[in-house]
């Protein structure tokens, strides 16, 4: 499996053969920008509503197992894209340099793989919904842990 580094999604020729190849693009498993920078208002909103389409006739997600950023000039209606203006606003996590792994990070990459694989085949619609709940118990539970730990610090200090 590849390290997940930002891909670009190019957007050249005709709009079947843009299609195609977003739709192709798409399938890869990496972090994928679209940088629509130079594109008016009208053009942009258009690119986005052609990206929602494809990524619904294919059931893919915009978010799992990799997000899908855009870079545009200003904000446009929401359609589930994460916009952000430059290309170094990006997070720098994915922002990284092809380098070789050494084994252990291997490993870990071809458990990554079965955990992509695992997040494709399933449900998408209800993915999203089942990350927020489990987002919604750990932060509650990182909030109980923060009481526990203040009330104890304030217990040892009487």
Request: glycine share 4%.
């Amino acid at each position: 499996m590849k390290l997940p580094i930002y891909k670009e999604i190019p957007l050249t020729g005709n709009l079947q053969h843009l299609k195609n190849s977003v739709a192709k693009t798409l399938q890869i498993n990496c972090p994928k920008y679209i940088d629509l920078q130079e594109y008016d208002e009208e053009q942009v909103d258009t690119i986005l509503m052609m990206l929602v389409q494809i990524i619904r006739s294919n059931r893919m997600s915009q978010l799992f197992p990799y997000p899908l950023y855009v870079l545009a000039s200003s904000y446009y209606q929401d359609h589930g894209f994460v916009i952000y203006h430059q290309k170094r606003d990006l997070p720098q996590y994915f922002a990284k340099k092809y380098a070789r792994v050494t084994v252990k990070e291997r490993k870990l990459l071809m458990r990554n793989k079965i955990l992509v694989t695992k997040i494709n085949n399933g449900d998408v619609e209800n993915l999203g919904e089942r990350v927020r709940r489990v987002t919604l118990g750990q932060r509650q539970l990182f909030k109980l842990n923060a009481e526990h730990t203040f009330y104890r610090h304030v217990l040892e200090n009487l």
